[in-house]
């Protein structure tokens, strides 16, 4: 199993560009989510869903959308990027909100 | 609000050099308290839940125990392999959500 995955691993935007980060997952997990994490600030959640075709917001939602097309993939859209966006994203599915998530590798962006 | 604070930020081991990392909270009902370690550049990995004040885990090294405000990871003769940022986060309940905190992190490195 390579239990979840996210690509790409690394990127370079301008500000005002648009891109999608893409996680995938192997584990047959209802719960996805979306974090970004900050030098000081720990792990954000950005958005979640609690299964296939549902989406909801977390801590910090602006700025970025979410899709749930089909189960075992959970999209991370930035419309219109902004240097304040500069982060490293992870990406975490899991049985239930009560149970432990598991992590991808991360994705680190940066918006010039 | 909910709170979630990690002490020390940084501690140095040597190698062999017992000691306790410490994860604080304050939430309106906890139900569940993570450990994850995190390696640089990588996805946090999950190490332990504890879901009551008195359980306790253990894996090689590493103990995690929970009381009502805090819960500490203890590790044991520790190895530099044991190097890593160990995360704690708790799981509360507001409402019909869950909701899950992360604190910053202590970054502990071993020294041979």
């Known amino acids: 199993n390579a239990g979840v995955t996210q690509t790409p691993k690394f990127r370079v935007l301008k500000t005002g560009q648009s891109m999608t980060l893409l996680c995938a997952q192997d584990m047959n997990h209802e719960y996805m989510y979306w974090y970004r994490q900050d030098p000081g600030m720990g792990l954000r959640l950005i958005h979640y869903s609690v299964g296939e075709g549902t989406t909801a917001k977390g801590e910090v939602p602006d700025g970025y959308n979410v899709s749930r097309l089909k189960k075992q993939n959970f999209l991370l859209g930035l419309e219109s990027a902004a240097p304040s966006q500069t982060s490293v994203y992870f990406c975490?599915?899991?049985?239930?909100?009560?149970?432990?998530?598991?992590f991808g590798p991360g994705t680190r962006l940066t918006v010039t | 609000e909910d709170q979630v604070t990690q002490s020390p930020e940084a501690l140095r081991l040597q190698e062999g050099e017992s000691s306790s990392l410490n994860c604080s909270y304050t939430v309106s009902g906890l139900r569940g308290l993570f450990w994850y370690r995190q390696d640089p550049g990588k996805g946090p990995e999950f190490l332990f839940t504890l879901y009551s004040a008195g359980e306790e885990k253990e894996k090689e090294r590493l103990k995690a125990t929970l009381t009502k405000k805090e819960s500490f990871l203890h590790i044991t003769a520790p190895k530099p392999e044991d190097s890593a940022t160990y995360l704690c986060?708790?799981?509360?309940?507001?409402?019909?959500?869950?909701?899950?905190?992360f604190g910053k992190g202590t970054l502990l490195t071993v020294n041979p």
């Open positions: 986060a708790v799981l509360n309940s507001g409402g019909s959500n869950y909701k899950l905190t």
């Open positions: 975490a599915s899991s049985y239930s909100t009560k149970r432990e998530q598991y």
